[in-house]
Protein backbone atom coordinates (compact mmCIF):
# COMPACT_ATOMS: atom_id res chain seq x y z
CA UNK A 1 0.00 0.00 0.00
CA UNK A 2 1.38 3.43 -1.34
CA UNK A 3 1.52 6.23 1.94
CA UNK A 4 1.07 9.72 0.64
CA UNK A 5 2.94 12.56 2.53
CA UNK A 6 3.01 16.17 1.34
CA UNK A 7 5.02 19.33 2.06
CA UNK A 8 6.07 22.31 1.33
CA UNK A 9 2.69 24.67 1.99
CA UNK A 10 3.02 27.88 3.34
CA UNK A 11 1.75 32.07 3.67
CA UNK A 12 3.11 33.52 0.19
CA UNK A 13 1.91 36.99 -0.99
CA UNK A 14 -0.05 37.17 -4.30
CA UNK A 15 2.86 36.96 -6.93
CA UNK A 16 4.81 34.26 -5.20
CA UNK A 17 5.70 30.96 -5.69
CA UNK A 18 6.25 27.84 -3.79
CA UNK A 19 7.18 23.89 -4.85
CA UNK A 20 5.07 21.54 -2.98
CA UNK A 21 6.42 17.55 -2.70
CA UNK A 22 4.64 14.61 -2.53
CA UNK A 23 6.60 12.04 -0.69
CA UNK A 24 5.29 8.21 -1.33
CA UNK A 25 6.49 4.84 0.39
CA UNK A 26 6.58 1.61 -1.74
CA UNK A 27 8.01 0.80 -5.17
CA UNK A 28 4.66 0.50 -6.87
CA UNK A 29 4.84 4.47 -7.07
CA UNK A 30 6.46 4.73 -10.88
CA UNK A 31 3.66 2.59 -12.27
CA UNK A 32 1.03 5.17 -11.80
CA UNK A 33 -0.11 8.62 -12.94
CA UNK A 34 0.29 11.07 -10.68
CA UNK A 35 -1.63 14.38 -9.12
CA UNK A 36 -2.24 17.01 -7.48
CA UNK A 37 -5.40 18.17 -5.94
CA UNK A 38 -7.11 20.80 -3.61
CA UNK A 39 -9.50 21.77 -1.27
CA UNK A 40 -10.74 25.33 -0.77
CA UNK A 41 -11.84 26.85 1.60
CA UNK A 42 -14.76 25.76 3.14
CA UNK A 43 -14.50 22.64 0.70
CA UNK A 44 -12.06 21.12 2.83
CA UNK A 45 -12.60 17.80 5.13
CA UNK A 46 -13.68 13.61 4.21
CA UNK A 47 -16.93 13.95 1.86
CA UNK A 48 -16.07 16.79 0.17
CA UNK A 49 -14.24 16.17 -3.76
CA UNK A 50 -10.95 16.95 -4.14
CA UNK A 51 -10.02 19.28 -7.75
CA UNK A 52 -7.83 18.29 -9.79
CA UNK A 53 -5.40 20.44 -10.31
CA UNK A 54 -2.56 18.71 -12.42
CA UNK A 55 -0.64 15.24 -13.24
CA UNK A 56 1.91 13.47 -14.88
CA UNK A 57 2.56 9.88 -15.90
CA UNK A 58 5.29 7.85 -15.36
CA UNK A 59 6.91 8.94 -19.03
CA UNK A 60 6.86 12.56 -17.72
CA UNK A 61 3.70 13.51 -19.87
CA UNK A 62 1.80 16.67 -17.93
CA UNK A 63 -1.62 18.05 -18.20
CA UNK A 64 -3.22 21.07 -16.14
CA UNK A 65 -6.45 22.44 -14.88
CA UNK A 66 -7.13 25.60 -17.17
CA UNK A 67 -6.93 27.56 -13.79
CA UNK A 68 -3.03 26.59 -13.34
CA UNK A 69 -1.85 26.55 -16.92
CA UNK A 70 1.13 28.48 -17.61
CA UNK A 71 2.05 29.00 -13.72
CA UNK A 72 2.03 25.30 -12.40
CA UNK A 73 5.03 22.56 -13.57
CA UNK A 74 3.88 19.19 -12.51
CA UNK A 75 7.30 16.44 -12.34
CA UNK A 76 8.32 13.67 -10.52
CA UNK A 77 11.13 11.92 -9.51
CA UNK A 78 10.70 8.20 -9.66
CA UNK A 79 14.15 7.48 -7.89
CA UNK A 80 13.24 9.39 -4.87
CA UNK A 81 9.21 8.20 -4.95
CA UNK A 82 8.37 11.92 -5.00
CA UNK A 83 6.55 14.07 -6.74
CA UNK A 84 6.42 17.99 -6.95
CA UNK A 85 4.16 21.02 -7.98
CA UNK A 86 5.65 24.07 -8.55
CA UNK A 87 3.36 27.20 -8.18
CA UNK A 88 4.53 30.93 -9.32
CA UNK A 89 2.30 34.01 -9.91
CA UNK A 90 -0.42 32.15 -7.30
CA UNK A 91 -3.54 34.10 -6.66
CA UNK A 92 -5.94 34.04 -3.72
CA UNK A 93 -7.95 31.61 -5.53
CA UNK A 94 -5.14 29.19 -5.20
CA UNK A 95 -5.53 29.15 -1.31
CA UNK A 96 -6.19 25.53 -0.80
CA UNK A 97 -4.76 22.21 1.01
CA UNK A 98 -2.59 20.70 -1.85
CA UNK A 99 -3.20 16.86 -1.64
CA UNK A 100 -1.50 14.34 -4.16
CA UNK A 101 -2.83 10.96 -5.29
CA UNK A 102 -2.70 8.72 -8.34
CA UNK A 103 -4.90 10.02 -11.53
CA UNK A 104 -7.64 9.65 -12.84
CA UNK A 105 -8.75 7.15 -9.79
CA UNK A 106 -7.59 7.83 -6.84
CA UNK A 107 -6.51 4.69 -5.40
CA UNK A 108 -4.14 5.52 -2.28
CA UNK A 109 -5.94 6.71 0.99
CA UNK A 110 -5.39 10.43 1.34
CA UNK A 111 -2.15 11.76 3.04
CA UNK A 112 -2.68 15.40 5.64
CA UNK A 113 -2.20 17.64 2.74
CA UNK A 114 -0.23 20.84 2.69
CA UNK A 115 -1.85 24.21 2.98
CA UNK A 116 -1.33 27.31 1.17
CA UNK A 117 -2.18 30.61 1.71
CA UNK A 118 -2.08 33.58 -0.97
CA UNK A 119 -2.36 36.76 1.08
CA UNK A 120 -0.94 39.93 1.60
Known amino acids: QVQLVESGGGLVQPGGSLTLSCAAS????????MAWYRQGPGKQGPGNPHEWVASVNNGGDTIYADSVVGRFTISRDNAKNTAYLQMSSLKAEDTAVYYC?????????WGQGTQVTVSS
Open 101 to 109: NSYPQMFFA
Open 26 to 33: GSRFRTYT
